[in-house]
């Protein structure tokens, strides 16, 4: 009897929890362009973490193409104009390309 009284309530807890999880979901990491547009400010100002910028470089957008452009384009300067440390994480020709960028975002959103 004890043995089946467990099994019952391993299965109820069990199912409890795959409810659960069902009803959460997975989180998502969706950026969007005013997001984008904090972010770059914030490289451009050398105020962003370094962490922020490789999350960012890091993560493909699959929701919106031009963001996921923007990143590839900031995928490369990245890879040429990467100082890192503290402060400005981009050469300053690396900061000039991501000012254009960044300018060419805010057109859009007026």
Not at 13 to 18: G, H, K, S, V
Not at 62 to 76: F, K, P, S, T, V
């Amino acid at each position: 009897m004890n043995f089946l009284l467990t099994l019952f309530f391993t299965f109820i807890f069990l199912a409890l929890i795959f409810l659960v999880f069902v009803r959460v979901g997975t989180p998502v990491y969706r950026l969007e362009k005013q997001n984008l547009v904090s972010l770059l400010t914030l490289v451009v100002e050398g105020r962003a973490t370094e962490n922020d910028w490789q999350v960012f470089l890091g993560m493909p957008i699959r929701h919106d193409e031009q963001l996921e452009a923007i990143r590839r384009c900031c995928d490369d300067i990245n890879e040429y104009e990467y100082i890192g440390g503290s402060g400005y994480l981009l050469t300053e020709k690396g900061i000039e390309d991501v000012k254009q960028l960044l300018a060419g975002l805010i057109g859009e959103n007026k």
